[in-house]
């Protein structure tokens, strides 16, 4: 055995080992929907929102900005029932889905069934996904591949950007 075929043997090797062994399988996530070019069911002005929004609210939801951690009351809510969307009212999550991502912001590993929709982030010099509203285009936060089972998605959201509806209300 010559030292090019050594290597290029120790080479293949490397590379279908950890696939063997089921180290390196890429898990497929099921993403929501991206927004492409919807038309949303509510649209307001900028003026028409601010004057249904607080001022966080509107840079959150209408402007993509995004909370300091560990700011948010819904960050520790813990009761059964729905989180909408704090611009247009429509439920987005179900605190069944909710879970303690030890981030500082609400984090689901799920969201309700044709609820929101999803664009592409480009800022922070990483490209990352955005969730928003499906209803009214609201940015939400952002969705990352280390959630738990049973889908392994975390939406990190803003908690400013939704409020809490208890079961029973």
């Known amino acids: ?3 090019r075929h050594f290597l290029l043997s120790g080479a293949a ?3 279908t080992l950890p696939m063997g062994l089921g180290i390196g399988n890429a898990k497929t996530f099921s993403y929501p929907p991206p927004a492409g070019g919807m038309a949303y069911e509510v649209t307001k002005s900028d003026p028409e929102w601010k004057a249904i929004l607080t001022e966080n609210q509107f840079k959150i939801l209408r402007q993509e900005k995004t ?8 960050n520790m ?10 611009g247009c009212d429509l439920a987005v999550y179900s605190s069944e889905t909710k879970f303690d991502s030890g981030t500082g912001w609400p984090s689901f590993y799920d969201n309700i069934k044709d609820a929101v929709r999803t664009k592409e982030d ?3 010099f990483s490209t990352r996904t955005e969730v928003h509203c499906r209803r009214c285009g609201g940015h939400f936060g952002h969705i990352f591949e280390d959630g738990p089972e049973p889908t392994g998605l975390r939406h990190c959201l803003n908690g400013a950007a939704l409020k809490f509806v208890p079961q029973n209300a």
Request: hydrophobic residues 35%; proline residues 7%.
């Open 1 to 3: 055995m010559n030292r």
């Open 13 to 15: 090797a490397a590379t």
């Open 67 to 74: 909370e300091r951690p560990n700011t948010s009351p819904l």
């Open 77 to 86: 809510e813990k009761r059964a029932g729905l989180f909408h969307c704090a």
């Open 122 to 124: 480009n800022t922070l």
